[in-house]
T-cell receptor, first 115, second 113 residues
Framework: DAGVIQSPRHEVTEMGQEVTLRCKPI?????LFWYRQTMMRGLELLIY????????DSGMPEDRFSAKMPNASFSTLKIQPSEPRDSAVYFC?????????????FGPGTRLTVL | DAKTTQPPSMDCAEGRAANLPCNHS???????VYWYRQIHSQGPQYIIH???NNETNEMASLIITEDRKSSTLILPHATLRDTAVYYC??????????????FGTGTSLTVIP
């Protein structure tokens, strides 16, 4: 299995620029999660999708953040405009939908630096 | 979801068993206990999970007390590569409404040569 794939692995951008993070979940998984990790706040859930539908976006910090899942094999997290405080590692995870076999599998993360 | 309490850090000698405790005194009957670990700069890695019974896999064993208010993750023969932050999470099996995990601060385990 390829596992969860994220791109880019590292992103450095300037304040005010648009940033798009990408995620390909494990084939056959129906749930997808976006997390953010910082030293101050630890690992936070931003949003998750079931069957491509956003279920809970209460963790999205501001309107500058948006996420989409146009199909079962692709999701994006967009920040526009970006700010230095958005610097963090962003993880994508996927799982099968509900039931006992719904362990979340994480990607390697995207390290975002906003200057 | 129930909250968990873990010691912030622990040390373990290489080759010895590492026993990582977790308190989840407000756990409900349908909440699973999950353990993940995160090695520096990598994505969290699934270790094991359980509901009531003790569980064992190739990585670790999970011991859940009879009242389910606490659990212990056991790494039987710790190696230097087991140095990581270990997260204990309780999760509700909610059918189709979602599988949210809430990561706390975890336990930073250092395996000492």
């Amino acid at each position: 299995d390829a596992g969860v794939i994220q791109s880019p692995r590292h992103e450095v951008t300037e304040m005010g620029q648009e940033v798009t993070l990408r995620c390909k979940p494990i084939s056959g998984h129906n749930s997808l999660f976006w997390y953010r990790q910082t030293m101050m706040r630890g690992l936070e859930l931003l949003i998750y999708f079931n069957n491509n539908v956003p279920i809970d976006d209460s963790g999205m910090p501001e309107d500058r953040f948006s996420a989409k899942m146009p199909n079962a094999s692709f999701s994006t997290l967009k920040i526009q405009p970006s700010e230095p405080r958005d610097s963090a590692v962003y993880f994508c995870a996927s799982s099968r939908l509900a039931g006992r076999a719904d362990t979340q599998y994480f990607g390697p993360g995207t390290r975002l630096t906003v200057l | 979801d129930a909250k968990t309490t873990q010691p912030p850090s622990m040390d373990c000698a290489e080759g010895r068993a590492a026993n990582l405790p977790c308190n989840h005194s407000t756990i409900s009957g349908n909440e699973y206990v999950y353990w993940y670990r995160q090695i520096h700069s990598q994505g969290p890695q699934y270790i094991i999970h359980g509901l009531k019974n003790n569980e064992t896999n190739e990585m670790a064993s999970l011991i859940i007390t009879e009242d389910r208010k606490s659990s212990t993750l056991i790494l039987p023969h710790a190696t230097l590569r087991d140095t990581a932050v270990y997260y204990c999470i309780v999760r509700v099996a909610t059918g189709n409404t979602g599988n949210q995990f809430y990561f706390g601060t975890g336990t930073s385990l250092t395996v000492i040569p």
